[in-house]
C-alpha cells in the first residue's frame, strides 16, 4: 500500500487541564491565543495563527499520578481526504485505531490511533490551519 501525503506538522496539541478558567486566562491572555471555537463549557479551542490548542476541563477524580495532562497530539493534513487515506494506510499496517474518521461539527475531519505505547494520535484536517 502507497503511503498518503507527507503530514503538515505537529501544530494541534490538547490538554486536560484542571483549572480550566485559569489555563484559558493564561494561554488566551497572557500569550495572546484566539479562541477558534468553544462546542460547550468544558472544551476550547485556541490558535496563535498556525496552530491548535485544545483545553479539555478534566474529569473530577483527575490525578497526575493515574492520568497524564496530554490527552492527544494531532498531526495536521491538508485536506479531508487525506483523513480517510491516513486512516486506510495506518490500518492497513495494523496500527490501534482509536476512533473511525468522522467529520465534526466545526468543519474539521479526523480520526485516533494509538502509537505503540498507547499514546493517543489524531490525524486532523483543521481548514483554518
Keep these: 500500500m502507497q503511503k498518503p501525503n507527507p503530514l503538515g506538522g505537529l501544530r494541534h496539541v490538547a ?3 484542571k483549572n480550566f478558567d485559569a489555563c484559558l486566562n493564561f494561554y488566551r491572555n497572557l500569550l495572546g491565543m484566539s479562541i477558534v471555537w468553544q462546542p460547550d463549557a468544558d472544551n476550547i479551542y485556541l490558535s496563535s495563527g498556525l496552530d491548535n490548542l485544545a ?4 474529569p473530577q477524580d483527575f490525578s497526575p499520578s493515574k492520568h497524564q495532562h496530554l490527552d492527544h497530539v494531532g498531526f495536521i493534513l491538508n485536506n479531508p481526504e487525506e ?3 491516513w486512516y486506510e494506510y495506518l490500518n492497513h499496517h495494523s496500527v490501534d485505531i482509536k476512533a473511525l474518521p468522522k467529520n465534526h461539527r466545526d468543519g474539521t475531519r479526523s480520526f ?13 484536517y483543521i481548514p483554518n490551519i
Design 112 to 124: 485516533y490511533c494509538a502509537d505503540p505505547d498507547g499514546n493517543i494520535v489524531q490525524m486532523i
Design 83 to 85: 483523513v480517510d487515506q
Design 15 to 17: 490538554f486536560l487541564v
Design 55 to 58: 483545553l479539555h476541563r478534566a
